[in-house]
Nanobody, 114 residues
Framework: VRLVESGGGLVQPGGSLRLSCAAI????????MGWYRQAPGKQRELVAS???????NYVDSVKGRFTISRDNARNTVYLEMSSLKPEDTAVYYC?????????WGQGTQVTVSS
């Protein structure tokens, strides 16, 4: 399974970005998909996740600002990020899980700076 991410970039504080991630080549159904992030000198943390039944989970620091969604037919997950803050700056990684294992994208940089 290959995860293809897009949508990162540089944005000013208060701005918005949309990340996309498509899972390609899976044999088994994809269950949970999600986004993690890792800032310099910090551990990777879960930002948001969504199950195949559309149940969602968010880290407290992004609640009310980020929205995760998915298109099951396309095995694609999206992360809408708004009211971005400098502390949201990190490499964002897509994650997908089937019944056997989990998969990771290559990461996309999100930089929030004026």
């Amino acid at each position: 399974v290959r995860l293809v991410e897009s949508g990162g970039g540089l944005v000013q504080p208060g701005g918005s970005l949309r990340l996309s991630c498509a899972a390609i080549g899976n044999i088994f159904p994809i269950n949970t998909m999600g986004w993690y992030r890792q800032a310099p000198g910090k551990q990777r943390e879960l930002v948001a996740s969504i199950t195949s039944g559309s149940s969602t989970n968010y880290v407290d620091s992004v609640k009310g600002r980020f929205t995760i969604s998915r298109d099951n037919a396309r095995n694609t997950v999206y992360l809408e990020m708004s009211s971005l803050k400098p502390e949201d700056t990190a490499v964002y990684y897509c994650n997908a899980q089937d019944w056997r294992t989990q998969y990771w994208g290559q990461g996309t940089q999100v930089t929030v700076s004026s």
